[in-house]
C-alpha cells in the first residue's frame, strides 16, 4: 500500500511540476505584450479614391476607397492603444475629394506617435496630400507619387439632347444657381468664377506641403503643375524622405517609437470592400477633387 501511495504522488509531483513549467511559458508570453512593454507597429491601409463617404456602388459591387471617418478612428484608436508605439500609413491611391484628403491630413499630423507613410504603388494628389502629414515618407523608387494640383470636372448634355430633341427648362433664383448645369453651355465669366476657386484650393495645397515638408512656397510651386514623380526623383526633390518598401517603413517606425527588437505589426482594416469589375464598372461623378 505505501509504494501505491509512493507512486501517486511521485506521479502527481511530476505532473503539477509540468504545469508549472506551462504556466510560466505562458505567462512570459502574455508579459510580452502587455501595455507596458508595448511594442507594436499599427499599419492603416489607405487604398483607393479618398472620400468622406461610403463608396459607391453597382450591380457588381463596391467600389475601393478610403473612407476618411474609418482612417481617423483607426488613428485615434492607434494612438491611445498604449502597446502601439509608431504608425504606418500603407498608400496605395491616386488621390480622391479635397475636403476628405484635408481632414486626413491634419489627423495624420495631430497623431501624437510617430507616424511613417509608406507608398506603394501610388500615393500621388489627395493621397500625398495625406502623406505629407506624416513625419517621414518612404516610396519605392518605382512609386508613383507628387501630382500636386486640383481639377474639377463639369460634364456637358446639352449637345446630345439636342440631337435627341430633349430638352430640359430649368426655373432658378439667383443668377449662379445652376453654375456647372449639364444642360447648357457655362459663360467665360462662369469659367473665371470657378478658375478663382480651384486657385485658391490650389495655393493651400502647395502652401500646407510646403510647411508639412520644410520647404519654400516658391519650391514647391514649381514642383507643383500636376506632374507626376517616380520615387527616386521624389527624392531628390524633396517630396519623399526614403526610398523603399513596407517593411522598410516598418523598420523606421519601430525605430522611432523607440521599440527594440522584432516589432509586432497591428493591422487595420479601413478601406471599403472592391469589386473585381471595378475598373470597367466605375462611374465618376461631378465634383471637385485633387488632379489625379
Known amino acids: 500500500m ?21 504556466g510560466i511559458v505562458l505567462l512570459v508570453e502574455k508579459i510580452a505584450v502587455v501595455p507596458f512593454m508595448g511594442n507594436k507597429v499599427a499599419v492603416i491601409p489607405i487604398k483607393g479614391d479618398i472620400t468622406l463617404e461610403s463608396c459607391g456602388g453597382s450591380i457588381f459591387g463596391t467600389y475601393q476607397c478610403a473612407r476618411a471617418s474609418k482612417i481617423k478612428k483607426s488613428l485615434k484608436e492607434a494612438d491611445k492603444d498604449p502597446t502601439v508605439k509608431a504608425v504606418v500609413l500603407d498608400i496605395n491611391s491616386g488621390g480622391g475629394s479635397v475636403v476628405a484628403s484635408r481632414e486626413l491630413m491634419q489627423a495624420v499630423k495631430n497623431t501624437s506617435k510617430p507616424v511613417v507613410a509608406c507608398i506603394r504603388e ?15 515618407i518612404i516610396a519605392d523608387r518605382n512609386s508613383l507619387t507628387g501630382s500636386i494640383g486640383v481639377i474639377m470636372t463639369i ?34 465669366g462662369e469659367k473665371e468664377e470657378l478658375k478663382e476657386m480651384l486657385d485658391e484650393i490650389y495655393k493651400d495645397f502647395v502652401s500646407n506641403v510646403a510647411k508639412n515638408r520644410n ?29 523603399g518598401g513596407i517593411d522598410d517603413a516598418i523598420r523606421l517606425a519601430a525605430e522611432m517609437g523607440g521599440i527594440e527588437g522584432e516589432p509586432v505589426i497591428k493591422g487595420e482594416e479601413a478601406r471599403e470592400k472592391i ?14 477633387k485633387w488632379a489625379e
Open 155 to 188: 460634364e456637358h448634355y446639352y449637345g446630345l439632347y439636342q440631337k435627341l430633341g430633349i430638352n430640359v427648362t430649368v426655373i432658378k433664383a439667383g443668377k449662379g444657381k445652376d453654375i456647372g448645369s449639364p444642360y447648357r453651355e457655362m459663360t467665360e
Open 122 to 136: 501610388v500615393g500621388a494628389s489627395g493621397a500625398y496630400y495625406v502623406a505629407t502629414g506624416a513625419d517621414k
Open 2 to 22: 505505501k509504494t501505491h501511495w509512493k507512486v501517486l504522488i511521485t506521479i502527481g509531483t511530476f505532473v503539477l511540476f509540468i504545469l508549472v513549467i506551462a
Open 275 to 288: 469589386s473585381i469589375l471595378d475598373l470597367f464598372t466605375r462611374y465618376e461623378d461631378i465634383g471637385l
Open 215 to 243: 520647404l519654400s512656397f516658391s519650391y514647391v510651386e514649381n514642383l507643383s503643375d500636376g506632374s507626376i514623380y517616380l520615387g527616386s526623383k521624389a527624392k531628390r526633390v524633396g517630396l519623399i524622405d526614403e526610398l
